[in-house]
């Protein structure tokens, strides 16, 4: 089973709001990633948490916030976003961080008003 | 840093022929090369992947070639069919930084009935 799951599907957030996003597998992977994904582009690297530790961060501003509670559990906490971060926000796992394969949920599409 | 280039960006055949979808790469020691297709709505599914020590590898009506030498690998479907639409990503992983995947732009599929 490579599956990866995100809740929720959708989110609408105004510019002042707090919410979260989460992601969940239960492969036993070890490396854990937050992606964005605008229309028509490939996605791009945000976060990689490798052993529930923060290994890569993307030059992401601050109004991002990643968060590892355990080895199958990743969240993203969203706080006073811009209308220009609406996209797709996926997430990717692999079993470990260096060189494999890496599997993505179905991503939440976020709007931001 | 790797980056990859991808063509064509849009490619219509008819069901039934063969589709190719080319990617260059610059990084020569990346050493992993995953294929993604994504359908509309949903996130990146791997496809097939190669790892540098490969010359081809196939799945069904799915192959991928890499040439080392030229820096170059390509995707090719053969006997498409409808639900061969999608949006397909070629990828590569630089040795320098292996947790990550540098994405090629693109290629939107579409087959004709």
């Known amino acids: 089973d490579t599956e990866v799951t995100q809740t929720p599907k959708h989110l609408v957030m105004g510019m002042t709001n707090k919410k979260s996003l989460k992601c969940e597998q239960h492969m036993g992977h070890r490396a854990m990633y937050w992606y964005k994904q605008k229309a028509k582009k490939p996605p791009e690297l945000m976060f990689v948490?490798?052993?529930?530790?923060?290994?890569i961060n993307e030059s992401v501003p601050s109004r991002f916030s990643p968060e590892c509670p355990n080895s199958s559990l990743l969240n993203l906490h969203l706080h006073a976003l811009q209308p220009e971060d609406s996209a797709l926000y996926l997430c990717a796992s692999s079993q470990q961080e260096v060189g494999e394969t890496q599997y993505f949920g179905p991503g939440t599409r976020l709007l931001v008003l | 840093g790797e980056n990859v280039e991808q063509h064509p960006s849009t490619l219509s055949v008819q069901e039934g022929d063969s589709a190719v979808i080319k990617c260059t790469y610059s990084?020569?020691?990346?050493?992993?090369f995953p294929w993604y297709k994504q359908e509309l709505g949903k996130g990146p599914q791997l496809i097939i992947d190669?790892?540098?020590?490969?010359g081809e590898k196939k799945d069904q009506r799915i192959a991928v070639t890499l040439n080392k030498t030229a820096k170059h690998f390509s995707l090719h479907i053969t006997e498409t069919q409808p639900e061969d639409s999608a949006v397909y990503f070629c990828a590569a992983s630089p040795y320098s930084s292996a947790s990550k995947i540098i994405f090629g732009s693109g290629t939107r599929l579409s087959i004709r009935p």
């Open positions: 948490y490798s052993y529930e530790k923060l290994s």
């Open positions: 190669i790892r540098s020590n490969v």
């Open positions: 990084d020569s020691a990346s050493n992993y």
